[in-house]
């Protein structure tokens, strides 16, 4: 089993609709993290988590939520989609502690459709 | 605050060729430095990284040395395979701050 998985891999869903992506981890990391990849924008930031009771705003967080459920837990919500919400969504985790620097693991990603 | 500047791409090359795609860096301390591969349909990987100044990374037959003094950390391969077509990002964490991303680099190798 991968370390982070997500779910779905592919939704195709309509303006309008709420939508749940989510994030499991079997690494044991306190740190989770969502980002956004668009073409030739990379990388952004949309919510991160340090631990269960710590949850914080990334660079583009608007329209979107976020639940931790638990340490391994790490949920992205979408309260009414929209178009321009159409991307690739990653989550990762991170350990505080990572003395070997080993960095960030991600999942597979979701790529998500909004018609 | 941290950033990274990474080369825009795409980058298409012929297989065997050699690879430069250039990386620099924005921080106030003591970053350590990384590159992450994504395959097509897959997340993002390590591929290598380098935790103090002249320090050496490698992996797969790719190297990036940490330069301090030009703050870069660019990433070479002496001759490229197909198989290396991907989106490369260069990254930096300082500390145990969160990691920044560059934009990422496509790269084509053709047969």
């Known amino acids: 089993d991968a370390d982070v998985t997500q779910t779905p891999r592919n939704r195709i869903t309509k303006t309008g609709k709420r939508i749940m992506l989510e994030c499991s981890q079997t690494k044991g990391h306190d740190r989770m993290y969502w980002y956004r990849q668009d073409p030739g924008l990379g990388l952004r930031l949309i919510y991160y988590s340090f631990d269960v009771k710590d949850i914080n705003k990334g660079e583009i967080s608007d329209g979107y939520s976020v639940s931790r459920q638990a340490q391994a837990k790490f949920s992205l919500s979408l309260e009414s989609a929209i178009p321009n919400q159409t991307a690739l969504y990653f989550c990762a985790t991170s350990d505080p502690r990572d003395r070997e620097s080993r960095g960030y693991t991600f999942g597979s990603g979701t790529r998500l459709t909004v018609v | 605050g941290d950033s990274v500047t990474q080369m825009e791409g795409p980058v298409t090359l012929s297989e065997e060729a050699f690879l430069t795609i250039n990386c620099t860096y924005t921080?106030?301390?003591?970053?350590?430095l990384f590159w992450y591969v994504q395959y097509p349909g897959e997340g993002l990987q390590l591929l290598l990284k380098?935790?103090?100044?002249?320090d050496k990374g490698s992996n797969k037959g790719f190297e990036a040395t940490y330069r301090k003094e030009t703050t870069s950390f660019h990433l070479e391969k002496g001759s490229v395979q197909v198989s290396d077509s991907a989106v490369y990002f260069c990254?930096?964490?300082?500390?145990?701050?969160?990691?920044?991303f560059g934009a990422g680099t496509r790269l084509t190798v053709k047969p």
């Open positions: 380098a935790t103090k100044a002249d």
């Open positions: 921080a106030t301390g003591y970053p350590s």
């Open positions: 990254a930096l964490r300082e500390r145990n701050n969160d990691m920044r």
